[in-house]
């Protein structure tokens, strides 16, 4: 393992999803105690509530806007948190988001899209695509170009990226400049190599791989007869016509095999494709809060690979 999260892997639990009230303040608990490193981001945010036809409370999104821009139109990436559909709140990846305005030069939309158990799919992914949408028709006020707008999201949230270009696709919605994929939950099947590996390995294994799509779907493996592709992407048949796309893996992550299956899947379909494995990292591993140099690198990599996606024509 990496030295650097060698270091912290002590300091890791397994998340354990048999109790999400527990699960959840467990996570609220850690992302409260964690302290991002010294840094020179510099971008502004606001919180507010987007309308939804699907969600009659409305959709609160957070949004980032790099400081210092000026009058010129910039690309928008619209994000959405990890957390297993079930975990997770704006404070997931804020520090992500932040990074990603400042370093990237694009407005960044943070969706706090609705969890299972109380809100199983498809409510997530509805919140998702109205944040999507809404991007696209309040793109004066944001000051974005709806040309270069961007799907992101980690773990579930690279899941989410994944079920909204394919949605935006077969229902003719918001065209998609790009797609970016960090160690993406995809396959509910749960069949992959990597998922028989890593069983009990902090911070996330293969059973509460088996815990979430149980949750997040409302039945069990042997019970879900059929999953839509935009509930579980690795079971869409047709991946052609996507956006281009970037999807970063880790070796000792349960979720690995599914990425890069996806990645090659994509690329087959002649999407254009970037993949890249890290190796001896777990999953989160890229977490800024970790202060690990090769999370660091990780965080790098994403912010390149939004800016040569959203940039100017």
Known sequence: MDPDLAKVLPTLTLVDLSDVPAARAASAQRFAAAVAPPTQWRASFADRTI????????????????????????????????????????????????????????????????????????????????????????????????????????????????????????EGGPALAFQMMMQPSLDDRLETTSM??????????????RQMWEIYLGASREERAHVPATAAPSRAADLSGLPPAYIMTA??????????????????????TELHQFPDVFHGFDRPALGAAVGR??????VQALRRALAAG
């Open 51 to 170: 309308p939804s036809a699907r969600n009659e409370d409305g959709v609160r999104v957070r949004v980032y806007q790099p400081e210092g821009r000026s009058g010129s139109l910039l690309g928008c990436a619209v994000f959405f948190h990890g957390g297993g559909y079930i975990l997770g709140d704006l404070e997931t990846d804020h520090d992500r988001c932040l990074c990603y305005a400042s370093e990237a030069g694009c407005v960044v939309v943070s969706v706090d899209y609705r969890l299972a158990p109380e809100h199983p799919y498809p409510d997530g992914l509805d919140d998702c695509y109205a944040a999507v949408e809404w991007a696209v028709s309040a793109r004066e006020e944001l000051g974005v170009d709806p040309g270069r707008l961007a799907v992101a999201g980690s773990s579930a949230g690279g899941g989410l990226a994944a079920a909204v270009a394919i949605r935006a696709r077969d």
């Open 196 to 209: 028989a590996q890593f069983v009990g390995v902090p911070p996330w294994d293969a059973t509460a791989s």
């Open 251 to 272: 070796e000792l992550d349960p979720l690995r095999d599914e990425g890069s299956a996806y990645a090659l899947r994509l690329s087959a379909a002649d999407v254009p």
């Open 297 to 302: 690198r990780a965080i790098e990599e994403q």
